[in-house]
Structure formats: C-alpha cells, structure tokens
C-alpha cells in the first residue's frame, strides 16, 4: 500500500506509485482527467498474460487519491486471479472513477471516460461495478466498444448477479461437503451479511434448500424483502457476530473478516460473495486456519459473474456459463487440499494455483 509520507518523499529517487506496481506485478496505471466534465479516473491493468484486463469501474467517494489509486491497484490485481482460477482467457483491471455517485455523475462524464478506455485499444474492457448503472454503461459504450455486462435488451449477458449468487452457493456447498462431508445445507443456520443484488439471489437459494437464514443489512428495505419472500429472519449485524452459526457469507462491503469480527464469529465455514474479504490476507487468513474454519476464498467462488461477462465477449452460450460456475465446486474442493496438504491457508493456496497458471503460459 502506497502511504502518503512515500509520496512527499521527494528525495527519494524511487517513485513510490511504480515501485508498488513492481511490489504487485502492474503493467499499466493509466491516470484520466478532464476539466470540462469533471472527470477523475484511475484505470489499473494489473496483467494482460492470459488476455484483455476485464474488471468493471467503481465509481467513489474516496476521501483522497492515495485511497482510490491503493483500491484500484488491489482490486485489479484480484480481477487476475479471478480471471486465472477460473481458467478464462482473461486478465486482470480495474477502472475507478473518484467523486460522488450520486451528485457528481454526468452522461457527459461517463461518455469521456469511455473515450479513455478506448485510448487501451482492447488492452482494459470495462464493465459495471459499486456506484455504477446500466444506464451509465451505455453512455460509456457510446464512446468505446470495449464494455461487457450489458443489459440483456441490448445483446448483452445482463445482470451478472444471479450467477454470481449460483457460483457463491457452490462454493459453499463444496466448503460444507469438505467440513462436514455432506454438502447438504438444509438446516444449517446461515448468516447471509448483506441482502444486495448478490446477497438477496443467494437467499432465495438458500431458501430452496432449506436452510435457516439470518440477514443483515443496512438497508430496511432489503431486509424486509429478504424475510418477506425466503422467510430469512432480520438480525442486528453485531449480535449475528455473537450468534452460533453455521456459516457465515460476506455478501456486503470488503475487509469485513478482521480482528473485530473474528474476535466474535462463531462458525465453522466462511463463504461470501464480497471481495477482498480478509482485512488482511496473511494474517486473517491464518487466524481462519487456527481456529478451524473453513475459508471458501471469495475471488473463486465468486467468479459466477465474470464467467457470464467473458461469455459476453465470446458468444453468450448460458450453458457453458452454468458448468462453469458449477465448476467453482470442484476447484474450492481442490484448494482445500492443497491448502492442508502444504499447511497453507486456503486464500494462499488459491492464489498460487491462478499465478502458477500465468507462469506457465508466460513460460510458453
Ligand atoms: P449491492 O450493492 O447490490 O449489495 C450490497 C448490500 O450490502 C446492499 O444491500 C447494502 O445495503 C448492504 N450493505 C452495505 N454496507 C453494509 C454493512 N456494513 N452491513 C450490512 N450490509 C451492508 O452489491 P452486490 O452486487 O450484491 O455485491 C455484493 C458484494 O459482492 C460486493 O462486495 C461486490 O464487490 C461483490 N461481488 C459482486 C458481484 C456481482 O455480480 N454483483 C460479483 C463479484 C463480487
């Protein structure tokens, strides 16, 4: 992470942005501003070894731009062993667009940035992400035609969610076949951590299969839809913490496994759909193995999306999108034992299976 006193630095002869691209393998950091619309984008391609760097573009109020350039340079480096673990022709970006969604937004905006994305010539294919709506992504597709994850009326492959909900549940199934050698979940008491456009699919899931679902949200609406519709019972976020539980599924903001929440949680399995879970990697990551819990990591199992946006790009076949994301299964199973084989954690034993496939094709 780049931290201010390293940028004030000025005599230091290295730069501080490029040394952490080194640090974590980056091609390329793409700075994008315009005065007329306002425009403040950061575009990160972290690897285009196994194909064009997809990830979507956030759009964020971040409190600075030390903050966005550290979220775009890690959430496109996940985009790599996203794209990599799932085996998809794809590598790894990210775009984030600094300013406040809700007040700051412009067709005009959108439509320039697009005109950025297209200076990458195919090398950076954009997509939708936190902060970020359909509609915005057809103003973006008029400037550029490197956009995937259009709405399904427009020839695209739509709302990625319900598979990434479909990838999640696999995911979890697969974790409980390992932990408890049935992968059953009818009964087990679930805390499904927010009930969004993932979290609510994953719910109805759930419900199918009879499991006993607990829900938080901060949104009243969602959690009232959640209990309404799947019979999900409404929990306060810091007492579902202290809850016994069977599993718990972070499907709300990152970085939601930390000291606090580990400190707390009482479950045998964590599964989620939301990214960059563990606050930190290392460290929360073998607090996990201590303890006995089974970590589905979330850049796998949460792959349902991608797998239906480079079907987009390569000829939409619903198919091959559902045996892929069933796929998540058998891949979670596989890191499991790598991870106990080699006394590794589960989230290192899934990135060295995605950077060992990119060595080997950087190899050939
Ligand atoms: P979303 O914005 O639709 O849903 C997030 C939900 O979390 C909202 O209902 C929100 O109110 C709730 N929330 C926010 N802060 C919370 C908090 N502190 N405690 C409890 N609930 C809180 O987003 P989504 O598309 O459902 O994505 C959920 C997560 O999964 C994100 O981390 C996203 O990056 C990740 N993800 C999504 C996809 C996808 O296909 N949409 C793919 C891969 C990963």
């Excluded at 775009?72 to 985009?79: D, E, H, N, W, Y």
């Excluded at 915005?136 to 319900?162: A, L, N, Y």
């Excluded at 991608?306 to 796929?327: C, Q, R, W």
């Amino acid at each position: 992470m780049i931290k201010l006193n390293d940028v004030q630095d000025v005599r230091s002869s290295k730069n501080p942005i490029i040394s952490e691209m080194s640090r974590m393998g980056h091609e390329q950091v793409v700075f994008c501003q315009d005065q007329l619309t306002g425009l403040n984008a950061i575009i990160a391609i972290h690897s285009t070894t196994l194909g064009p760097a997809l990830g979507g573009t956030r759009m964020w109020n971040y409190s600075n731009e030390l903050e966005a350039l550290n979220d775009v340079l890690r959430l496109s480096r996940g985009m790599t062993f996203k794209a990599s673990i799932s085996g998809l022709e794809l590598g790894g970006g990210k775009a984030v667009i600094i300013g406040d969604a809700k007040k700051e937004k412009t067709d005009g905006l959108m439509r320039r940035f697009g005109e950025f994305v297209d200076t990458l010539n195919g090398h950076y294919v954009t997509a939708e992400d936190v902060g970020m709506t359909p509609h915005d992504m057809e103003m973006i597709r008029q400037t550029t035609s490197h956009v995937s994850g259009i709405p399904k009326s427009m020839g695209g492959s739509g709302d990625p969610s319900p598979v990434t909900a479909y990838g999640v549940f696999m995911g979890m199934k697969a974790s409980a076949k390992y932990k408890w050698g049935s992968d059953d979940l009818s009964g087990k008491k679930i805390l499904v951590e927010g009930v969004g456009h993932v979290g609510m699919n994953l719910v109805k899931l759930l419900s199918k299969e009879g499991a006993i679902i607990y829900s938080t949200d901060i949104s009243e609406e969602r959690l009232s839809i959640a209990a309404s519709d799947y019979g999900a019972i409404i929990v306060d976020k810091y007492e579902a913490y202290e809850m016994d539980i069977d599993v718990y599924a972070p499907c709300a903001l990152g970085a939601s496994v930390n000291d606090y929440s580990l400190g707390r949680l009482n479950c045998e399995i964590i599964a989620g759909a939301a990214n960059n879970q563990l606050a930190d990697e290392q460290r929360h990551g073998q607090i996990i193995l201590d303890k006995g819990i089974v970590y589905a990591p979330d850049f796998l199992i949460n792959a349902g999306g991608l797998v239906s946006v480079y079907s987009e790009l390569k000829g939409y076949d619903f198919a091959e999108i559902i045996s892929k994301t069933e796929g998540i299964y058998d891949t979670t199973l596989e890191i499991f034992r790598k991870s106990e084989l080699e006394g590794i954690t589960s989230h290192e034993a899934a990135k060295q299976i995605a950077q060992a496939r990119i060595e080997r094709v950087l190899s050939e």
